[in-house]
């Protein structure tokens, strides 16, 4: 890929937008583009934290493994997110697994030693990046608050809404959440069992309240949903 087209798409990552000319040229060239395969892994725990990724094309899986070896999904990723970030902040080897879902990916890969040099040069970038990762850190306080005081009916629905208020499409009334997510995926996001997802999809769906497929997800009407 020629600077041209690295600049193209890293114009479009809300993190960079305030970098000039200059800097968005200098991150063209510190940036290496990758791809992986559906299925395969970015990174494994233990891998040494010393990139940054963000990610073009296809939906990435951030999650880890219990003792017993049940997957905790930690996060879903879509085009123009950054991650692996926690390098920035001192971790030395991953905790945590980066996985490709179901079509192939294409992300950028940063030194973490040339992102925190950006960081020192641009103190917007800085806000930025913390900015992004307290609000991740939110996520996950909401979501253990969820697990704590929300049975799993209601944990289901709520993943129902927020997907639909972050990547909803409107269909006159209606609203179309496309998706890459399993059943088991969605238990394991919900920290239900794929038995419970199953059940309650199939309870709002004979209530006339969404409708689904393998691949999406229609509600009907969101403030009938609850």
Request: hydrophobic share 40%; net charge positive.
């Given at each position: 890929?020629?600077?041209?087209s690295k600049l193209n798409f890293l114009e479009q990552f809300p993190?960079?937008?305030?970098?000039?000319?200059?800097?968005?040229?200098?991150?063209?060239?510190?940036?290496?583009?990758?791809?992986?395969?559906?299925?395969?892994?970015?990174?494994?725990?233990?891998?040494?934290?010393?990139?940054?990724?963000?990610?073009?094309?296809?939906?990435?899986?951030?999650?880890?493994?219990?003792?017993?070896?049940?997957?905790?999904?930690?996060?879903?990723?879509?085009?123009?997110?950054?991650?692996?970030?926690?390098?920035?902040?001192?971790?030395?080897?991953?905790?945590?697994?980066?996985?490709?879902?179901?079509?192939?990916?294409?992300?950028?890969?940063?030194?973490?030693?040339?992102?925190?040099?950006?960081?020192?040069?641009?103190?917007?970038?800085?806000?930025?990046?913390?900015?992004?990762?307290?609000?991740?850190?939110?996520?996950?306080?909401?979501?253990?608050?969820?697990?704590?005081?929300?049975?799993?009916?209601?944990?289901?629905?709520?993943?129902?809404?927020?997907?639909?208020?972050?990547?909803?499409?409107?269909?006159?009334?209606?609203?179309?959440?496309?998706?890459?997510?399993?059943?088991?995926?969605?238990?394991?996001?919900?920290?239900?069992?794929?038995?419970?997802?199953?059940?309650?999809?199939?309870?709002?769906?004979?209530?006339?309240?969404?409708?689904?497929?393998?691949?999406?997800?229609?509600?009907?009407?969101?403030?009938?949903?609850?």
């Amino acid at each position: 890929m020629d600077i041209t087209s690295k600049l193209n798409f890293l114009e479009q990552f809300p993190l960079f937008t305030s970098f000039n000319e200059e800097e968005k040229k200098m991150l063209s060239q510190m940036v290496e583009l990758k791809k992986r395969p559906k299925y395969s892994y970015v990174y494994v725990p233990g891998d040494q934290s010393d990139k940054i990724f963000f990610l073009l094309k296809g939906t990435i899986k951030i999650g880890s493994h219990s003792n017993d070896g049940k997957e905790v999904i930690k996060a879903i990723l879509h085009p123009m997110a950054m991650f692996g970030e926690m390098c920035v902040v001192g971790e030395q080897n991953r905790k945590d697994f980066a996985r490709v879902m179901n079509q192939d990916a294409q992300y950028f890969t940063l030194k973490v030693e040339d992102f925190k040099r950006l960081m020192r040069s641009n103190h917007q970038l800085s806000v930025n990046v913390l900015n992004m990762i307290g609000d991740r850190l939110r996520r996950v306080e909401d979501r253990l608050e969820s697990l704590i005081f929300k049975d799993a009916r209601t944990r289901i629905i709520d993943f129902i809404k927020d997907s639909a208020s972050k990547r909803g499409r409107q269909v006159g009334f209606e609203t179309l959440i496309k998706h890459s997510l399993t059943q088991q995926d969605i238990a394991n996001l919900t920290g239900t069992s794929r038995q419970t997802v199953t059940s309650v999809l199939n309870e709002l769906k004979k209530l006339n309240l969404i409708y689904f497929t393998r691949k999406s997800i229609l509600v009907r009407d969101l403030a009938k949903l609850e």
